[in-house]
């Protein structure tokens, strides 16, 4: 549950625990878990389901049941995307991409309850930080793991710890899921997008990006984003 106005409490009778979340707060609710929920003052919200087989996975398992709370910027960037992907029809993979992403902030930055699962090192987040400045140029690996003080194969190993990834599979879910913001939220060609995520044409960022989503860029904004481009 996305809380963008009010105050809402949940409470979990098995872990004798409650929770409130108020504007730009979640509450993480796993399925199964029985629960009991009140509004403590007049709120609006988004409920926000998703399911998922990996449940292993350390994104999954850094959101604690109860309370996540991401940084103000971020929090801001996902109450806009929902104001317009909440009127749109069809829109089963933009709720499912807003999930992920809720995911992914609250295991790199969490400051709520599940902070203290984190075993994130300083490296792995300097790199992560680096790659976030750097999306639009060409990044190295090898430059990469010079700048965080790591050897290539030392880099690759701490993400592979800590993130159950490479960093260039890694990068490839950042550029790509910045690519997804763009074309849902700006009218950049996708030749200009394709630029602004780093890569070095548009037909092989059509190619990534349809490898792994299943459709083109072109697509996946005809799909989702007509409505309120028009």
């Not at 009140?38 to 926000?48: D, E, L």
């Not at 309370?67 to 960037?77: G, S, T, Y």
Request: charged share 20%; proline share 4%.
């Amino acid at each position: 549950m996305l809380v963008i106005g009010g105050v809402y409490s949940v409470t979990f009778p098995k872990l004798k625990k409650t929770v409130t979340a108020e504007k730009g707060e979640i509450v993480f609710i796993p399925f199964g878990i029985e629960f009991t929920h009140k509004v403590v003052s007049p709120f609006t919200g988004y409920n926000i389901s998703f399911f998922t087989t990996d449940t292993e996975h350390p994104f999954y398992l850094a959101a604690t049941i109860g309370k996540i709370v991401l940084p103000r910027e971020q929090m801001d960037a996902i109450i806009a995307a929902m104001s317009r992907i909440s009127i749109l029809p069809h829109n089963s993979k933009l709720l499912e991409h807003i999930a992920e992403h809720i995911l992914v902030e609250n295991y790199l930055f969490c400051q709520g309850e599940g902070a203290s699962f984190k075993p994130f090192s300083d490296e792995v987040m300097m790199a992560v930080a680096y790659m976030r400045q750097n999306l639009h140029r060409k990044i190295d690996i090898d430059e990469l793991a010079e700048k965080v003080y790591l050897s290539h194969n030392g880099l690759i190993w701490k993400f592979k710890q800590e993130l159950d990834t490479t960093p260039s599979e890694y990068l490839k879910l950042l550029r790509l899921r910045n690519a997804k913001d763009l074309l849902i939220n700006e009218s950049y060609s996708i030749t200009e997008i394709s630029e602004m995520c780093g890569y070095s044409s548009p037909y092989y960022f059509t190619n990534v990006f349809h490898r792994h989503y299943g459709v083109t860029p072109t697509e996946f904004r005809r799909i989702n984003s007509k409505e309120y481009r028009t």
